[in-house]
Structures are given as structure tokens and as C-alpha cells.
């Protein structure tokens, strides 16, 4: 889903590469809020999580139950989301599902696959993906999609907005390119980039949105087509860890509202630490 003029922002932060968490440090007010308040001990259970990609294959012995799978095809009045057992299309939805299970392994997990083979998809097939999962109340929605179209950037925009007050936390993955590309660059999603640290259990606060957070997404090891695994690179692969953080905090804390929860993400990231006279 690209193809439109791509423009230069080299200001955006997209991931972190040759810098380290004390490279990123941020001092921030109020009072601490640890890992171990936020999600540790939260498993995910009872939080719903849906993966709004190529699809997920069921079974894998790394994504474990699917609860629900669903996927988007093209009718003569439009794109219609219905129930389907097709699996992944690629691979990718695969991968991304992998990734929220190890992170909270007892959350529900469901897919709607808004991508065909090679990766192939419209604006129009990830609206409506998108626009039912968020409509459904899904508690987490996993996007490693994003479109570089401007003209879905309203409709996005407001499908965010209206996602933000029914809370359900849209965790959208920024564009694997310094490019603008909807909707990981709202306000109203949580957004998240790639680090490139070996610590596999490692997220970062960014001083310099809009990429909120860095989470491992370099060279790590996910879920793949046939009960297979690979090594694979990209932001999409650092925003179902991020997801799955997200289904820990409310199964921890479950009335958080959407500006609670990421509230909660950037005072126990591992760069932020809580000190006096504002950010360095």
C-alpha cells in the first residue's frame, strides 16, 4: 500500500540505529511508574487482541490458538469484511501474531487479513479491516500496515480518533522508510519503531516523535508460513511487541483509558527515569 510521491523528512525518527538507551535518555515528572506496576505478572488474559494483516496461520506452533479469523474481499458494492479460514496469504500476519503471543501468551488473539499474496492490498481493503476491528471493541489492534496515500489520511485520522474514545489501542508500526504514512503518524495510535539492541525484552521511549516508542525489531527471530521460523528486520516486527505490552498493562489494569495506558508505556520505558527540572 505505497506508491504515492515520497517525501523528504528526514527528521523522522523511524528507528534507532548507532544509538543506545543512554543515548535517548529522558527525565520526566511525576511519580514512577515500574515495569513491574505496569505489566509484569500480566500474562494478557481476558484482553483481546486482533492482528489486521495478511492473515495468521492457525496452529503455529509459535501463535498457538487463533480465536477468530475474518478477512476483507472486494464485492460489487465494496470491500466486505467476513468470516474466513484461509490462513496467511505471506507470511507477515504470521509473524507479527508470534510476536504478541511469546510477549502476553495468554491474551486472545484473532486475525483479520486485509493483505493477499506478495504482500498485495488497497487503502480500501485496510480501511475496512481496520474500521470493523475497531468497531468489533477488540481491546489491542495490531497494524504493521501503513499507507503512504494521502487521501485515506482523513478518514484515518478520524478512524483513530473514534478507535482512542471507544478504547481500543491501535498499535501502528511507522513506515520502514523516513516517509510520511498514516496512521502511525496520529497522536491518537501508539506508534512504534525498531532498536537495534540485543536485549529482547527492551523498549524505548523516542525524546524525538513522532515514533513514540523502540522496541526490538532488527534481526529477530519470528513465526513463518508451514510451522517455520526466520530472521527478519522492520518495524512491522517491533509493533506486536509493543501490542503485547499493551494486553499485559490491561490485563493488569483493565479501566485504563488509551492516554492512561500510553502514559503507563512511557514511564517504565527503560530511558525514562524520574528527576527534576524537565528533559535534558
Not at 479460514?85 to 501468551?105: E, F, M, S
Not at 483509558?257 to 535534558?280: C, D, E, M, R
Request: net charge negative.
Amino acid at each position: 500500500m505505497s506508491g504515492a510521491p515520497r517525501r523528504s523528512a528526514a527528521r523522522l525518527s523511524w528507528n534507532l540505529r548507532g544509538k543506545g538507551p543512554d543515548d535517548v535518555a529522558v527525565v520526566a515528572d511525576g511519580e514512577p511508574v515500574t515495569p513491574a506496576w505496569a505489566f509484569e505478572g500480566g500474562a494478557g488474559r481476558g484482553v483481546r487482541v486482533c492482528v489486521v494483516d495478511s492473515g495468521v496461520e492457525h496452529d503455529h506452533p509459535l501463535v498457538g490458538r487463533v480465536d477468530g479469523s475474518w478477512g476483507v474481499v472486494t464485492t460489487e458494492s465494496g470491500p466486505e469484511v467476513r468470516e474466513s479460514a484461509d490462513g496467511d496469504a505471506c507470511g507477515h500476519g504470521t509473524a507479527c501474531a508470534g510476536i504478541v503471543r511469546r510477549v502476553a501468551p495468554e491474551c486472545e488473539l484473532y486475525s483479520v487479513r486485509v493483505l493477499g499474496e506478495r504482500f498485495t492490498g488497497t487503502g480500501d481493503m485496510l480501511m475496512a479491516g481496520l474500521r470493523w476491528a475497531v468497531r468489533q471493541g477488540f481491546d489491542v489492534v495490531n497494524l504493521s500496515l501503513s499507507t503512504t496515500r494521502a487521501r485515506f489520511a482523513a478518514e484515518l485520522h478520524a478512524l483513530a480518533d473514534e478507535a482512542y474514545f471507544r478504547r481500543t489501542v491501535i498499535v501502528a508500526s511507522a513506515h520502514n522508510m523516513p516517509v510520511e504514512s498514516y496512521p502511525w503518524r496520529f497522536a491518537s495510535v501508539i506508534s512504534v519503531g525498531s532498536h537495534q539492541e540485543d536485549d529482547q525484552d527492551l523498549y524505548l521511549y523516542n525524546p524525538a516523535p513522532p515514533v513514540e516508542f523502540f522496541a526490538p525489531g532488527q534481526n529477530v527471530t519470528a513465526a513463518w508460513l508451514g510451522g517455520t521460523t526466520i530472521r527478519t528486520t522492520g518495524n512491522s516486527f517491533a509493533t506486536p511487541f509493543v501490542a503485547g505490552l499493551c494486553a499485559r498493562v490491561l490485563s493488569k489494569h483493565p479501566r485504563l483509558t488509551t492516554f492512561q495506558l500510553k502514559n503507563a508505556l512511557y514511564l517504565s520505558a527503560a530511558n525514562v527515569h524520574i528527576g527534576t527540572g524537565g528533559a535534558p
